[in-house]
Every structure is written in structure tokens, then in C-alpha cells.
């Protein structure tokens, strides 16, 4: 993968990690009820979920490109046009990010599980990595090792993004909690959604 076009899914990674969802109301309600510490495991529970969602959608890529090359180029375009869709409905989302705080007994391995359970149960993570991968492949190079690099990729950054969250949780819960605040947010990131779409829409013109 050449470098320029991983540091264009950096950029992309970190936008679709810092998007509010459920791994986000997840960390943040972690933060407000039990600090960063013991939220940890609630951590590698959320990015073990996004992992099989990235080795179920690289399995289908790769398929995908060993039948039709055709086919692979329309779910690029489509997922292209599926991020702008999605910049659009964050934009118009007005909705508050309420956080809610769980029981104070749960052990750090019923945390880990619960993270996990909520990511694998999220299938617009799927739809999303489905429409997103495509978008840095080359299929005519390997497919596996590109996948692998995206697939890290987004783990670190979804595991330092959810860090993040859970400490200014703890720390600024009651402003994370404001709907005038979401509303804000909701249209930064669908800004930078539609962004994406537009470039890499615009790329392949």
C-alpha cells in the first residue's frame, strides 16, 4: 500500500472513529460511572468486536475482487455515495448523546463482554467498513496484507479514540450530555463525511 494512500485512511479512520455511536455512548457512560482505569477492558471489548467485523468484511472484499472486478468497482461507488448519504443524515441528526451509567459492581471482564457484544451487534460498523475499504484497495495487489494494514489501522485508532472519549467523559460528562453540544458535533461530522465522499468520489472521475 503506498503511503500516501494510507495517510488518506488515517484521515478517513479518524473521522469514522470519532463520530458518535454506539462504542462511543459505550465509553463515555464507562468514563462517567467508572473512570478510565477500570473502563479499559471495556476498551479491548469494543475493539475486539470491530476485528471480526473487519475480518468478516476483508473475507467478503476479497472475494468480491477474485469474482468481478466490475462488481468491485460499483461498491466503490456506492460506497462513495453511501458516505456522502451518511454526512448528510449526521448533519441533519439534532439528537442528544445521553450517556447512561450501569451498575457500579459490574468486574472489568463483564465490561469487556458487554463492549464486545455491542460492537458485533452494530451492523452499520459492517456496512460502513463495506463501504470504506474499497475505497483503498488496490485489486491488483495483494489483498490479503492490504486489508491486514487497514484492519490494524483502524483498531489503533478506534482504541486511542474511545481512550479519549472515556477520560474527557470523566472528567466533562455533563457537556458530552448537551444536546446543543451534539447537535454541533453532529454537523462537524457530517461535513467531513460528506467530504470524503465528494474526494473519493471525485478521484475516481
Given amino acids: 500500500m503506498d503511503l500516501h494512500v494510507w495517510f488518506a485512511y488515517v484521515a478517513t479512520a479518524i473521522v469514522f472513529s470519532l463520530a458518535p455511536g454506539s462504542g462511543t455512548v459505550n465509553s463515555i457512560s464507562n ?4 473512570g478510565t482505569r477500570k473502563s479499559l477492558g471495556a476498551i479491548v471489548g469494543l475493539q475486539i468486536g470491530l476485528a471480526v467485523h473487519i475480518v468478516l468484511v476483508g473475507a467478503g472484499i476479497g ?76 485489486p491488483t495487489k495483494d489483498q490479503v496484507m492490504q486489508i ?5 489501522t483502524t483498531v489503533v485508532i478506534d482504541a486511542i479514540v474511545m481512550f479519549g472519549y472515556t ?33 473519493l468520489a471525485a478521484a475516481k472521475a
Wanted: proline share 2%; net charge positive.
Fill in 31 to 34: 468514563g462517567l460511572s467508572y
Fill in 63 to 138: 472475494a468480491l475482487v477474485a469474482q468481478s472486478a466490475l462488481a468491485f468497482s460499483i461498491i466503490k461507488w456506492v460506497g462513495a455515495a453511501y458516505l456522502v448519504w451518511l454526512g448528510i443524515q449526521k448533519w441533519r441528526d439534532h439528537s442528544s448523546l445521553t450517556a447512561q451509567g450501569g451498575d457500579h459492581d459490574l468486574s472489568g471482564w463483564s465490561l469487556l463482554r458487554k463492549a464486545i457484544l455491542i460492537n458485533l451487534a452494530n451492523p452499520k460498523s459492517i456496512v460502513f467498513l463495506v463501504a470504506l475499504f474499497p475505497q483503498f484497495i488496490d
Fill in 148 to 152: 491486514l494494514v487497514l484492519g490494524v
Fill in 167 to 199: 477520560s474527557l467523559a470523566s472528567q466533562m460528562g455533563r457537556f458530552i450530555r448537551s444536546e446543543r453540544i451534539m447537535g454541533k458535533i453532529n454537523k462537524v461530522f457530517g461535513s467531513m463525511f460528506m467530504g470524503c465522499g465528494a474526494l
